[in-house]
């Protein structure tokens, strides 16, 4: 019934995405994240590790209720952007983004929506920004509630006895989903 | 849900109608006069009981001619969801506006896609294209309709039954919902939006005896008495207009009244309320907004929980001639009231359970339903092949105003006109007519805005006249 609720007071909106037309929901994923967790230090991590994570965030966020019920994912796209500026050590991360249904007990035990591998160097600033496509990424962001995970992992092996450590920001988070009507 | 979700779609854009009350009219000789309604036009004969006594005039019965149904066939709009074509504003245009009449031009269809930006505190709903068709006021739509009445008449009396209709709703949105949707402002936070809805429905046969006579009558100067009247079979071979109150310069009254007995079939009306509300922030932790919604709803029904109901109510009319020019008032469902007992009913939601709870706040209570007035004043002035018209007509949900003039070259008749319809925006009309003997083909071309998007479109309406 509150879905119905939803219907009625987004009436224009679900009526604008019969027929060829299209409803696009642009979420600001980087604005849910907590301010502190948008730039974030890392390290000292040890060289001579792999597989050594950071959990940048995890949060659980409610979206728009009631759009899953009408409408039809026709696709979905995450812009990400984001900048290491690493003081020490030389590593190779994966920047991971997981966003999923708030049913999911740990976000982070999901698939990651994107993997954007980081080579890290000393005192270098490294910007990576990409956008990928994908359909978990579409069916989460048409729920009521979702789950948002960001994890870095470092590898240090090429660190040597150098630990790794500096600024990791996270500059841009944006999905955009495009829906057709379902009703 | 499927299915739920299109009743709500569609009974809520329902709400979102133009004044669909403004009917189409199909009589092209009175529409391309701007719709004046005038005793000599037969189109104008439920506007005032005292017409039916007045002689008849030029063009006293109309056949329409629906060319709008051969456009449609050729044009059939897209009814299936599911196919790429589907366009739901194109369907309730068809609804609002029955394709009656040929459509010249027309506002272009909603389009284009809309777009949503959800942030933590942010949330902006572009409707694009579908911007037009949110109301820049409230909505009001409906009226009170006279379906085809089945009766007789004998002299100056007549009785007849006729189903009547009353429909009227008025649906708003509250300003910082209309803006959020018309204007694309962003939803903020710790702000309720609110839409209300209004409305009301009742169905009644009326039985109704009337009279319509000629009170006064005074030939004009230099034409002979009283006596020399009309209707009398030995003028068969003097000018027609000779009897005519309206051209030959004659004073002239005539009455009309008709009391009805209104068996009341349905009543139905409901009074609503909803809203949501944002919190500290739009999109946080926990739910974003806060729902609530009360209605009222109060019916009677055939049949149903309180049966039928009963009033009375009263046409009256008169029209007053003077040296060929026209006054005439009248005023339908005079103190036209319906006596019911209604079942009133009160529909909460509750948030927190997320369901409606529903009370019954009265069973068989009684309540007296009221069938608006609808006043006409109009006036008219005929001179030679020339006649020039205005009326008023003020009804439950507005006032319109019609003005117009028609004259006769030989054959042919050129007409002109403009009207004021229910939105407040003048809509302009002209026409032409050819008559052949007792018969004459009319057409006429007129603007309107009877369209969801309420923009200005143009039609073509065509119709047979009796002479």
Same mark, same amino acid.
């Given at each position: 019934?509150?879905?119905?609720?939803?219907?009625?007071?987004?009436?224009?909106?679900?009526?604008?995405?019969c027929?060829?037309r299209?409803?696009?929901l642009?979420?600001?994923?980087?604005?849910?994240?907590?301010?502190?967790?948008?730039s974030?230090?890392?390290?000292?991590?040890? @060289?001579?590790?792999?597989?050594?994570?950071?959990?940048?965030a995890?949060?659980?966020?409610?979206?728009?209720?009631g759009?899953?019920?009408v *409408?039809?994912?026709?696709?979905a796209?995450?812009?990400? @952007?984001?900048?290491?500026?690493?003081?020490t050590?030389t590593?190779?991360?994966?920047?991971?983004i997981?966003? *999923?249904?708030?049913d999911?007990a740990?976000v982070?035990?999901?698939?990651?929506i994107?993997d954007?591998?980081?080579?890290?160097?000393?005192?270098?600033?490294?910007?990576v920004s990409?956008?990928? *496509?994908?359909?978990?990424?579409a069916?989460?962001?048409?729920q009521?509630?979702?789950?948002?995970g960001?994890?870095?992992t470092?590898?240090?092996?090429?660190?040597?006895?150098?630990?790794?450590? @500096?600024?990791?920001?996270i500059?841009?988070?944006?999905? *955009?989903?495009i829906t057709?009507?379902?009703? | 849900?499927?299915?739920?979700g299109?009743?709500?779609l569609v009974?809520?854009?329902?709400?979102?109608?133009?004044?669909?009350a403004e009917?189409?009219?199909?009589?092209?000789?009175?529409l391309?006069?701007?719709?004046v309604?005038?005793?000599?036009?037969g189109?104008s004969?439920?506007?005032?009981?005292a017409?039916?006594a007045?002689?008849k005039g030029? +063009?006293?019965?109309?056949?329409?001619?629906p060319?709008?149904?051969?456009?449609?066939?050729?044009?059939?709009?897209?009814?299936?969801?599911?196919?790429?074509d589907?366009?739901l504003?194109?369907?309730l245009?068809?609804?609002?506006?029955?394709?009656?009449t040929?459509?010249?031009s027309?506002?272009?269809?909603?389009?284009?896609?809309?777009?949503v930006?959800?942030?933590?505190d942010?949330?902006?709903?572009?409707?694009?294209?579908?911007?037009?068709?949110?109301?820049?006021?409230?909505?009001?739509?409906?009226?009170v309709?006279?379906?085809?009445?089945?009766g007789?008449?004998f002299k100056?009396?007549?009785?007849?039954?006729?189903?009547?209709?009353?429909?009227?709703?008025?649906f708003?949105l509250?300003?910082?919902?209309?803006g959020?949707?018309?204007?694309?402002?962003?939803?903020?936070?710790?702000?309720?939006?609110?839409l209300?809805d209004?409305?009301?429905?009742?169905?009644?046969?009326?039985?109704?005896?009337g009279?319509?006579?000629?009170?006064?009558h005074?030939?004009a100067?230099?034409?002979?008495?009283?006596?020399?009247e009309?209707?009398?079979?030995s003028?068969k071979?003097?000018?027609?207009?000779?009897?005519?109150?309206?051209?030959?310069?004659?004073?002239?009254?005539?009455?009309?009244?008709?009391?009805?007995?209104?068996? +009341?079939?349905a009543?139905g009306?409901i009074?609503g309320?909803?809203g949501?509300t944002? /919190?500290?922030?739009?999109f946080?932790?926990?739910?974003?907004?806060?729902f609530?919604?009360v209605?009222?709803?109060?019916h009677?029904?055939?049949?149903?929980d309180g +049966?039928? /109901?009963?009033?009375?109510?009263?046409?009256?009319?008169?029209?007053?001639?003077?040296?060929n020019?026209e006054?005439g008032?009248?005023?339908?469902?005079?103190?036209s009231?319906i006596?019911?007992?209604?079942?009133?009913?009160?529909?909460?939601?509750?948030?927190?359970?997320n369901?409606?709870?529903?009370?019954?706040?009265?069973?068989?209570?009684?309540?007296t339903?009221?069938?608006?007035?609808?006043t006409?004043?109009n006036?008219?002035?005929?001179m030679?092949?020339?006649?020039?018209?205005?009326?008023i007509v003020?009804?439950?949900?507005?006032?319109g105003?019609?003005?117009?003039?028609?004259?006769?070259v030989?054959?042919?008749a050129?007409r002109?006109?403009?009207?004021r319809?229910?939105?407040?925006?003048?809509?302009v009309?002209g026409?032409?007519?050819?008559?052949? /003997?007792?018969? /004459?083909?009319?057409?006429?071309v007129?603007?309107?805005?009877?369209?969801?998007?309420?923009?200005?479109?143009?039609?073509?309406?065509?119709?047979?006249?009796?002479?």
């Open positions: 019934m509150r879905r119905l609720a939803v219907v009625l007071l987004m009436l224009p909106v679900l009526a604008a995405g027929g060829d299209s409803l696009i642009t979420v600001d994923v980087l604005s849910f994240l907590d301010p502190a967790d948008v974030r230090s890392y390290g000292p991590i040890p @060289g001579g590790l792999s597989g050594v994570s950071v959990d940048v995890s949060e659980e966020v409610s979206l728009l209720p759009i899953e019920d *409408t039809e994912v026709s696709s796209k995450l812009e990400i @952007g984001a900048s290491f500026d690493n003081a050590g590593a190779s991360a994966s920047f991971r997981y966003i *999923t249904s708030a999911s740990d982070f035990s999901s698939a990651p994107a954007v591998p980081v080579s890290l160097t000393p005192g270098a600033v490294t910007n990409t956008e990928v *496509t994908s359909d978990a990424l069916e989460a962001l048409v009521d509630k979702v789950k948002i960001i994890r870095v470092f590898d240090t092996t090429a660190s040597g006895i150098t630990p790794v450590q @500096g600024i990791e920001t500059t841009l988070l944006r999905a *955009t989903v057709k009507k379902n009703l | 849900m499927i299915r739920m299109w009743l709500v009974a809520a854009l329902v709400g979102l109608l133009p004044a669909a009917a189409q009219m199909l009589n092209a000789r009175r391309g006069m701007g719709g309604a005038t005793s000599d036009n189109a004969r439920s506007a005032n009981v017409f039916r007045v002689p030029q +063009g006293y019965g109309s056949i329409p001619l060319l709008g149904l051969l456009q449609l066939a050729g044009d059939m709009p897209e009814f299936d969801p599911d196919d790429p589907f366009n504003f194109e369907v245009d068809l609804v609002s506006n029955p394709p009656l040929y459509s010249l027309k506002p272009d269809d909603v389009s284009g896609d809309i777009s930006f959800v942030a933590r942010s949330l902006v709903v572009d409707l694009d294209d579908v911007r037009r068709v949110i109301p820049e006021e409230s909505m009001k739509h409906g009226g309709y006279h379906l085809f009445g089945v007789f008449g100056n009396l007549f009785v007849q039954m006729q189903p009547i209709v009353h429909v009227r709703n008025e708003d509250d300003p910082k919902l209309r959020a949707l018309r204007d694309a402002e962003p939803f903020v936070s710790n702000t309720r939006y609110a209300t209004d409305g009301v429905a009742q169905a009644a046969v009326a039985f109704q005896a009279i319509a006579l000629r009170a006064y005074a030939p100067a230099g034409t002979g008495t009283a006596d020399a009309e209707g009398e079979d003028d071979d003097e000018d027609p207009s000779a009897k005519d109150p309206r051209r030959n310069r004659s004073t002239a009254l005539y009455v009309g009244a008709a009391p009805k007995y209104l068996l +009341g079939l009543y009306q009074g309320d909803g949501i944002t /919190g500290d922030t739009l946080g932790s926990s739910d974003p907004v806060a609530d919604m209605a009222v709803t109060r009677a029904a055939i049949g149903e +049966g039928t /109901g009963h009033g009375y109510g009263s046409d009256l009319g008169a029209v007053f001639f003077w040296n020019f006054l008032v009248g005023v339908n469902d005079v103190a009231e006596h019911w007992e209604t079942t009133v009913r009160r529909h909460v939601y509750s948030d927190s359970l369901e409606f709870a529903t009370s019954v706040v009265a069973v068989d209570e009684d309540f339903s009221r069938i608006p007035p609808t006409t004043i006036v008219a002035k005929r030679g092949p020339t006649t020039v018209a205005a009326d003020d009804n439950e949900l507005y006032t105003v019609h003005l117009g003039a028609e004259t006769w030989g054959m042919v050129f002109g006109g403009a009207y319809d229910s939105n407040g925006s003048w809509q009309t026409g032409t007519g050819v008559r052949f /003997g007792g018969i /004459g083909l009319d057409l006429a007129a603007s309107h805005r009877r369209n969801i998007e309420e923009s200005r479109a143009t039609e073509l309406s065509a119709s047979l006249t009796l002479y």
